[in-house]
């Protein structure tokens, strides 16, 4: 007998239909506008990286602005860097240490902020929180006390914002040969977030590994997913994929690898189309505001979800086969069809897309289909079906003139 799929739990599912996630990576070290990790790689010392606190102001750092614009640009979720390698927390640390923004030149709790605002908002607030440290000497000399003094920074953070939607952990991967003491962090976390999706980064050196068995979901750290194989799985996992704008999480004043709104609707159709979430990250300016090129493409991917997008969230990819890059999504009792590489009408010298007869194939189980029309138009399409065979063909049109979607999404709706 084939090994069944497990059922995955209520807060697995609700994860798998956030989507698309915002990551924020804000820091001291976005003071440098060098990177996330420029206290490691370029020996800043500790006291010259503590006294960058002296003038983190946070001046430009608005809450209820900042999840407003990710709400319009798509995102379902925001995961803010609580803590990063370097020691320093966003949120008031009450007494572990003063290493945090409200003893900086912010004065302010600024996870705090975050926190009412998502919640103002209604958006699912996720907590990045490092589990490597480079500033507490207890790291390197005292691994118990490190690790009490871990899970009492935790502990901050479960007890005093309300209800998180996740912990996303970072650092395992720096000490593989210690026992992180897995089970009591995660059973902490239990005993007071009940409904938190518990992440901890794989790392690029082990995409999709499972993990501790308390865990929610594998990772991708710029690697992108596959299709999940959950046959005889002792608990359902989801999967999601984390990915910069350009190649450093931090803020880089000198890094012109951005990438462009097309680049990240392909991958986050990649994502979705093998069942991951896409977490993308932005590096904010160290005043809190972001860059402005992100801001742009960001707005931009928001316009394309606004047009063609619903499917995005809700979609889960059905067992069937079609071509090249494309695949079909099911959703609210429909499908839909991912389109890539098509032509624009009339312009096939500028298209950026395929010549050909625009025909696309569905081989496997689908009920008979009624209809197929694009989404962001409601023109319809002929199509032809032989649903005991499991084979259906239809013809894609060309973008209009005007018009590039990069993918483009057609409604496959049952008789």
């Not at 572990?96 to 900086?104: G, I, Y």
């Not at 494309?326 to 590489?341: I, K, M, Q, R, T």
Request: aromatic share 12%; charged share 20%.
């Amino acid at each position: 007998m084939e090994p069944s799929i497990p059922a995955p739990l209520p807060r697995v599912r609700a994860f798998e239909s956030l989507g698309y996630g915002l990551f924020l990576h804000w820091g001291l070290y976005s003071l440098l506008e060098r990177g996330e990790w420029t206290r490691h790689h370029h020996g800043v010392s500790t006291g010259e990286y503590r006294s960058l606190a002296d003038r983190f102001t946070a001046g430009a750092f608005d809450a209820p602005a900042l999840v407003a614009f990710a709400r319009a640009a798509g995102f379902r979720y925001i995961c803010l860097t609580t803590r990063h390698h370097d020691g320093f927390s966003l949120y008031d640390t009450r007494g572990l240490n003063t290493f945090d923004a409200p003893h900086s030149a912010a004065g302010r709790d600024l996870v705090a902020e975050f926190a009412a605002a998502c919640q103002a908002d209604g958006m699912p607030m996720f907590f990045y929180h490092t589990t490597l440290d480079w500033d507490v000497a207890s790291f390197e000399s005292d691994w118990e006390g490190y690790l009490a003094y871990l899970r009492d920074s935790v502990e901050i953070l479960c007890r005093h914002y309300g209800p998180v939607g996740g912990f996303w952990f970072d650092g395992n991967w720096a000490r593989r040969d210690r026992d992180w003491q897995e089970d009591r962090l995660y059973g902490m976390i239990r005993g007071l977030q009940p409904e938190a999706m518990l992440i901890n980064n794989s790392s690029t050196q082990a995409l999709g590994r499972v993990g501790h068995p308390e865990l929610d979901a594998i990772t991708f750290e710029q690697g992108r997913p596959s299709a999940l194989d959950r046959r005889g799985m002792p608990k359902y996992l989801a999967q999601e994929m984390c990915e910069t704008l350009n190649s450093h999480w931090g803020v880089a004043a000198r890094d012109f690898s951005h990438k462009s709104p097309a680049d990240i609707l392909r991958t986050l159709a990649a994502c979705r189309g093998n069942g991951a979430n896409l977490l993308l990250n932005v590096g904010p300016l160290a005043s809190g505001a972001l860059p402005d090129y992100e801001r742009a493409a960001l707005d931009r991917v928001g316009q394309w979800i606004d047009a063609c997008g619903a499917s995005i969230y809700e979609g889960r990819p059905a067992s069937v086969t079609c071509r090249g890059d494309d695949f079909l999504l099911e959703a609210n009792g429909a499908w839909y069809y991912f389109v890539h590489h098509l032509p624009i009408a009339n312009n096939l010298h500028l298209a950026g897309g395929r010549r050909g007869d625009g025909l696309q194939t569905v081989e496997g189980a689908l009920p008979a289909i009624a209809g197929i029309e694009w989404v962001d138009t409601g023109e319809p399409l002929a199509f032809s079906q032989d649903a005991a065979r499991g084979f259906l063909t239809f013809r894609a049109t060309p973008n209009p003139y005007g018009t590039q979607h990069i993918v483009r999404i057609a409604r496959l709706s049952p008789a």
